[in-house]
C-alpha cells in the first residue's frame, strides 16, 4: 500500500518519514496554506531522499504553467490537484508534463459529487478522496462519510485522505480498500512541523495488519 505523508516543510524531516515507512512526500504548493513551502525548500528536503520515495506538489486552481515550471525545478515526481481543476485542465498538464504522475483530489460534498471522477479517468493516474471543507482547501483535519465510499472502485488507483490518523487509519482500512492513504494533520505537531512519534505509531500500526 501507498503512504503518503503531506504537507512537509522542514527538509530534516523528510528522510525521517521516508526512513519510518513512507512511500511518497507530498509539498504544499498553495500559498495561501499554512504548510505552504518554495521551490528551493523543496529542493532541500528531495536531497536526501532515495530515488524510490514519490515526490508530490500540491496545487490548487494554479495554472498550467506554474504547476509546470515548479515539478521541472524542483524535480517532483507527481502532481497532486486540490481545487476545482476539470478534465480539460488534466488533459493540458499532462501534455506538459507526460511523465508525471497526475493525482486528482476530490473533496467529495455528495455521492453525486463523487460519482464525477468518472469524467477524469482518460486524463489522470491516480485518484485521492479528501472531505469537504466550506472554507479551507485541505489539511483540515475533518473524515469523509466513509459508509458513501463502500462502492467507490474506479478504474484508477486511489487514495483516502482526510482526517486520517494512527488511533482511526485501521478502522478506516477495515471499511475500505484504497491503493494508498495520505495523511497531514494526523500526524502534526502544529501545521508543518510532523510529529515523528505520530509517523512511527502510524508505520507500527499499519505493519502489524499489513505484514
Ligand atoms: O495541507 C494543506 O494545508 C493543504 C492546503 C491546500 C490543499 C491541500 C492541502 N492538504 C491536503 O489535505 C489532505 C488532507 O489533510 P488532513 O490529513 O485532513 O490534514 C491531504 O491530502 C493534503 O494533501
Redesign the pocket.
Known sequence: MRV?I??ITQPQQSLAIASLGATAL?F?C?PT???YVTIEQIQAALVPLPKNIDTIG?F?NSSTTQISDTVIASNLTGV?L?GDESPEFCYQLRQSLPDVEIIK?LRVRSLEHLQTTANYIDYVDTF?L??YHPQ???????TLDWQMLQAFSPSRPW?L????TPDNIIYALNQLHPHGI?????VELS?GDKDLDKVALLFARLNSVLM
Do not use: E, N, Y
Open positions: 503518503k503531506c504537507g507530498g504544499i498553495v496554506s499554512p504548510r500540491v490548487a497532486q486540490h483530489a485521492l479528501d472531505a479551507q482547501l485541505g489539511g483540515t483535519g475533518q487514495f485522505a482526510g482526517g486520517l495520505d495523511l497531514s494533520s494526523g501545521p
